[in-house]
């Protein structure tokens, strides 16, 4: 049971490149999430997935898209890329009412 | 502004002391949730605590409620180098979204 997989582990961008960050569960959970946080600081929440085929934004999804075609997968989009985006991305996904797992991150460094 | 406050933002101690920190707000919850966060890795649940007044332990950790369910403390006993790490205090919105205070990083020097 692999839980919560993310890909890359790591990535340098130049400002102004694009790119998906890619997030699996194999949990079938129906909830899913994508969470940046900065250095020292807590998390905060980009987008989130109530099911396959619903996306809804959270608390800082400017500069951000996501898509959510099946249960298992929930890929977040950087199109325009910018200094401020520099980050580490958590995927998470949770069962209704149950706990969340989150991924192992991803840290997307941006110059 | 932040929901959740978080103090201190950092503590550094000796090995064998004890600790206490903090995670407030002027909001009312129906549950709060503590996790820890190693280097690298993403945050784990350590304790949900859901009614005002509870204390839950767990080995030398203690986690209380406030009565009023705004505020929540994490007290360490006797700390070790393996609790060094970012505490994170949550609560959980709509959608079982969850919305972090800004962590307290925790040093535990042997």
């Known amino acids: 049971n692999a839980g919560v997989t993310q890909t890359p582990k790591f990535r340098i961008l130049k400002i102004g490149q694009s790119m998906t960050l890619q997030c699996t569960q194999d949990m079938n959970h129906n909830y899913m999430y994508w969470y940046r946080q900065d250095p020292g600081m807590g998390l905060k929440l980009i987008y989130y997935?109530?099911?396959?085929?619903?996306?809804d934004k959270g608390e800082v999804p400017n500069g951000y898209n996501v898509s959510r075609s099946t249960t298992e997968d929930f890929p977040l989009r950087l199109e325009l890329a910018a200094p401020s985006q520099t980050s580490v991305y958590f995927c998470?996904?949770?069962?209704?009412?149950?706990?969340?797992?989150f991924g192992p991150g991803t840290r997307l460094l941006v110059l | 502004t932040q929901l959740l406050e978080q103090s201190p933002q950092f503590l550094s101690i000796q090995e064998g002391e004890n600790l206490t920190v903090y995670c407030n707000s002027s909001s009312v919850f129906s549950s709060l949730q503590w996790y820890r966060q190693e280097p690298g890795e993403g945050p784990v649940l350590l304790v949900t605590?859901?009614?005002?007044?509870e204390v839950k332990k767990l080995k030398r950790l203690t986690f209380q409620f406030g009565d009023a369910r705004k505020d929540s403390s994490l007290h360490i006993t006797a700390a070790q180098p393996g609790d060094t790490g970012l505490y994170l205090c949550?609560?959980?919105?709509?959608?079982?979204?969850?919305?972090f205070g800004q962590g307290t990083r925790l040093t535990i020097n042997p």
């Open positions: 997935s109530v099911g396959a085929g619903i996306t």
């Open positions: 605590v859901v009614t005002g007044g």
């Open positions: 949550a609560v959980i919105q709509g959608a079982q979204k969850l919305v």
């Open positions: 998470a996904s949770t069962s209704t009412g149950g706990l969340q797992y």
